[in-house]
């Protein structure tokens, strides 16, 4: 069976987040059965919380997996742990070291107490849609409609390049 495309958006703003993003990216690189085929710049945002909390620090990679969407999250989540990540039932929104979601995974939908594919937050995501957008600007997706159409609907926020 071909590799499917998966999308998988990193953040985090605890810590030194540049690196930690730019070494999840890396992390990803490694994981079994996939390989990291192109990754976005790194974006600053303001979080989206009610939480008092430091700016985030977000990227896109564009990943190409033989594996099953459950086994991917668990890769995702050994690498969190791997920076420390804590979830916080109490606090959905709460300050993290790294998070890394599962945008979209090829064409498939997938909705279970652990998952939902596509992502049910994305599209009103500034960023994680731009990062999209640098690595595949044409991208059309079902029930979604083009990237560009995506971030023209989006609610706007601040989000800034870091170079």
Known sequence: MPAEEVFVALGGNIGDSQTIVAQALDALANISQTSLRASSSLYRCAAVSDIPQDDYINAVALLDTNLEPMALL???QAIEHAYYRRRDQEQRWAPRTLDLDIILFGDRSFNDSHL???????????FVLEPMFEIDGDRFIPGYG???YLIDNAPAISLEKVT
Do not use: V, Y
């Open 74 to 76: 668990l890769e995702l």
């Open 146 to 148: 083009s990237l560009r």
């Open 116 to 126: 939902i594919i596509p992502h049910p937050e994305f599209a009103q995501r500034l």
